[in-house]
């Protein structure tokens, strides 16, 4: 029984991470014929779309090759723990992911490590996820990560959970670019709003005319 469920889970969330990605990918393609706004590092350059697959690519071989599975084999009652946790978290972080993704709409767009880029005429995104964190979609891969480790239990997990630590400097060096492109708004926002955990009392909406858009992965 356990087997089975296993298995399930495991083209469950696979399918999940595919879906994320394409919907993710079509949007990138999408925003190589917007007109470029402000950049920071590579991106200004090359165009965020090949900075970042100057990064994903060599990431994900790394993936492939690490798929092996971790040592030992944990008692039936673990494994079924690890699935029943592992299926909760992956489930709640691509959930977030894609309802950042969705919110963020023509906003979108990829950023690495090696540079991020706005869009001409970028908007600050302040609604749905981004009301409770500055950062939802990297708390998403966070969780999903950490619920494919417990699915999957291989090597490439385990790496997927390490690398997460290197989506913070994607997301200084985004907050770098939104402080310079809004401003004020942009340093009202932050202030009000925390990066990575929620806090337990919601924050207050705001104005619909202060409503647009942020950019992340």
Request: proline share 6%; hydrophobic share 50%.
């Amino acid at each position: 029984m356990i087997d089975t469920l296993e298995s399930a889970l495991r083209i469950a969330g696979g399918a999940g991470l595919l879906t994320a990605w394409v919907i993710a990918g079509t949007a990138a393609s999408r925003g190589r014929h917007r007109r470029p706004g402000r950049g920071f590092g590579l991106a200004p350059r090359l165009g965020a779309l090949v900075s970042y697959l100057l990064v994903a690519i060599p990431y994900f071989t790394v993936w492939v090759l690490l798929w092996i599975p971790l040592p030992g084999t944990p008692p039936a009652w673990l494994r079924l723990a690890a699935l029943v946790i592992g299926a909760v978290l992956g489930s709640c972080g691509l959930a977030l992911y894609l309802w950042g993704r969705i919110t963020l709409g023509d906003m979108y767009n990829v950023s690495s490590s090696l540079g991020t880029e706005l869009y001409a005429g970028h908007q600050l995104i302040t609604a749905g996820p981004f009301r409770y964190v500055r950062h939802p979609m990297y708390v998403g891969i966070g969780l999903a990560a950490l619920g494919g480790l417990a699915v999957y239990r291989t090597w490439t997990m385990a790496f997927a959970v390490v690398s997460v630590a290197g989506l913070r400097i994607k997301a200084r060096h985004e907050e770098r670019l939104l402080a310079a492109e809004f401003g004020s708004v942009w340093s009202e926002y932050a202030g009000r709003v925390p990066a990575w955990w929620p806090r337990l009392v919601a924050p207050r909406r705001v104005p619909v005319h202060q409503k647009g858009g942020d950019r992340h992965d």
